[in-house]
């Protein structure tokens, strides 16, 4: 299977900058995308970007703009830093890796358990 290892988080004030980080191990045979969602109380889980292996990107509309999504295929690692911070954009973020292990020949999402972030002065 596929352990996602999320770091990063915690408080920051508004307008304020943070990065958060995730490696994937395990039996990983292939990563395909690689994403961030965010889940805010009382609200569903939301994406917020992510990065196909081949580098393509894609945003929330809310984050375009302060957010940038980036990977390091060799590390098995996800990145994003998070620029021009607001209150609303405080939630419990998830890392997703879609990826293939050995003994299966489908793609499954894999998921990190997740770190607050809190932006509030």
């Known amino acids: 299977q596929v352990q996602l290892a999320e770091s990063g988080g915690g408080l920051v004030q508004p307008g304020g900058s943070q990065e958060l980080s995730c490696a994937a191990s395990g039996s990983i045979l292939s990563i395909n995308a690689m994403g961030w969602y965010r889940q805010a109380p009382g609200k569903q889980r939301e994406l917020v970007a992510t990065i196909t292996r081949g580098l393509s990107t894609s945003y929330a509309d809310s984050v375009k703009g302060r957010f940038t999504i980036s990977r390091d295929n060799a590390k098995n690692a996800v990145y994003l830093q998070m620029n021009g911070m607001k209150p609303e954009d405080t939630a419990v973020y998830y890392c997703?890796?879609?990826?293939?292990?050995?003994?299966?020949?489908?793609?499954?999402?894999?998921w990190g358990q997740g770190t607050q972030v809190t932006v509030s002065s």
């Open positions: 997703m890796a879609r990826a293939i292990v050995a003994g299966r020949i489908a793609w499954d999402d894999y």
